[in-house]
């Protein structure tokens, strides 16, 4: 289709989304306009979501955009008017299922020619996805990314009425938007978002671009989200960022620090208190202190480490070494005895050689993690390590991720054994997947735990006397 004018459209420039400014971040209050009000009325939607937290916490502010424009929740794909799907970019696989995905929902558009389709979230950031988009996938009609959610209800009514396609990407992030409605997942379980984006540049990773630069939400607007979900009975808040523990950083008041959010919000009523993800170079004292001190927040800690070698550390612009990490855990464990710790690792970084592999597996066991999230590198283009050379068979990074999971397995398995005999408090999500008459819940070290009990206790937090330790579970009995 050459006679397209692929000019038209405002599209991502991954050059122009590593660009950082001093440009103050303003607030921005969202409010629907009264042209967008009823749009929605008599249709129904449906929204995929894809890859991290934060993901997940747009696809409600999404879904609750939707439903303060009149759609419904649709109940199936083939009954849905406006289908959205919000993507991840972290990995090749995670971008690969989204295409595979795009190409499947293009058969409900020759039974429902006004279905609306929609692709949103990281990859929508990225130069080369938005040029497949309109070159391959005519069938998507708007596509928007991280940093203008809000404007969805514009696009809309575009594609709805005016029939026009929508592709509206920036690549700076502008304002942080404040008073987005939130359809939330869970009754009792909430994300709250305490910053935006990324300053790290870690040489692998596409996130700075796709998400912005750092930012964080000021403490009032923070704490105001938290007291209406005490309100509203809500049990457990995750605290989201891509580095909570820069929070702050970036406002007038930088003394302000990530350990004093914990603090006040410890004391706003809030029964539990998780948070994701930190960076080991921002962990501070405070944060620890914060967390020793505190009644709520949850004695469980995501510390990504990546790699135990200091060269592939270096190349990763990680900021620590392997010396240093282990430091700063044994501060963090001393300073919260018993807290569980799980990390991130990738092998098969570019240049990562058997030697640095062995640094790697020497870490793990030096610093005992109850879990792991292991990925083989995925190369991201526009990314500095897309450029590094990179010899390695695949084969053999294959076998360096199963070699890493036996031990990172074991760490989980031995994690989990240390609360057999003990009795543990559970938030109760559900039933157990396999089984309705079993109940399952995480306790405060975030083990996930089975054990029989009525569904009239989804919700609320119970004593747990733990019987038998799984790899991936433990086993009780309620009390
Ligand atoms: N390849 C493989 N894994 C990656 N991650 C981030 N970028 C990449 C990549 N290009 C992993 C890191 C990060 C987690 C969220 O995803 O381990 O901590
Ligand atoms: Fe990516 Fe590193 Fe930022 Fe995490 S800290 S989002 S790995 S750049």
Not at 123 to 143: G, S, T, W
Not at 163 to 182: A, C, D, F, M, T
Not at 235 to 242: A, D, F, H, S, Y
């Amino acid at each position: 289709m050459s006679n397209i004018d692929l000019d038209k459209y405002f599209k991502p420039n991954l050059k122009e989304a590593r660009r950082r400014t001093k440009d103050v971040i303003e607030e921005l209050k969202f409010e629907l306009s009264d042209a967008h009000q009823k749009i929605g009325v008599n249709k129904t939607y449906m929204i995929h979501t894809y890859g991290c937290q934060g993901n997940e916490a747009d696809s409600e502010s999404i879904a609750g955009i939707l439903e303060l424009m009149g759609f419904t929740h649709a109940t199936s794909e083939a009954q849905s008017d406006v289908i959205i799907m919000n993507t991840c970019a972290i990995r090749e696989n995670a971008e690969n299922r989204v295409w595979g995905e795009l190409g499947r929902l293009k058969a409900y558009k020759k039974h429902n020619p006004n279905l609306i389709l929609g692709l949103a979230g990281c990859m929508a950031q990225e130069e080369n996805v938005i040029e497949r988009i309109l070159k391959k996938y005519q069938h998507v009609d708007i596509v928007f990314g991280t940093h203008n959610i809000y404007k969805l209800p514009e696009y809309l009514e575009t594609a709805l009425f005016s029939k026009e396609r929508v592709i509206e990407v920036y690549s700076q992030e502008g304002e942080i938007v404040e008073n987005l409605p939130k359809v939330r997942n869970h009754k009792f379980k909430a994300w709250v978002n305490i910053m935006f984006g990324c300053d790290e540049f870690c040489t692998y990773c596409i996130v700075p671009y796709t998400r912005g630069k750092e930012r964080s939400r000021s403490k009032d607007e923070i704490i105001a989200e938290v007291n209406e979900l005490v309100e509203q009975g809500y049990k457990e808040i995750t605290l989201l960022g891509q580095n909570v523990n820069a929070y702050g950083k970036d406002l007038d008041d930088s003394s302000y620090t990530f350990g004093d959010l914990l603090k006040e919000l410890d004391d706003l009523g809030i029964e539990r208190i998780r948070f994701t993800t930190s960076h080991p170079h921002d962990l501070d004292k405070k944060t620890m202190e914060a967390m020793r001190d505190s009644k709520h927040v949850m004695p469980y800690f995501h510390l990504p480490v990546q790699s135990g070698s200091n060269t592939v550390l270096k190349k990763m612009n990680r900021q620590y070494t392997k010396e240093s990490y282990l430091k700063v855990l044994d501060e963090l464990k001393n300073t919260v005895p018993g807290i569980a710790v799980t990390t991130d690792i990738i092998v098969g970084f570019p240049g990562e050689t058997d030697t640095d592999f062995l640094d790697t597996l020497d870490l793990v066991e030096k610093a005992e993690f109850e879990g792991a999230f292991t990925f083989v590198f995925s190369k991201r283009e526009g990314t500095p390590a897309a450029n590094f050379t990179d010899d390695t068979p695949i084969e053999t990074k294959k076998e360096r991720l199963y070699m890493l999971n036996d031990r990172t397995n074991a760490g989980y398995l031995k994690g989990n054994q240390r609360f057999v005999g003990e009795t543990v408090k559970v938030l109760v999500d559900g039933v157990s997947k396999n089984n309705d008459q079993v109940l399952a819940g995480y306790s405060e070290h975030n083990k996930l735990v089975n054990f029989a009990g009525d569904k009239s206790l989804i919700g609320q937090i119970v004593k747990v006397k733990i019987t038998v330790a799984k790899t991936w579970f433990l086993l009780g009995e309620l009390l």
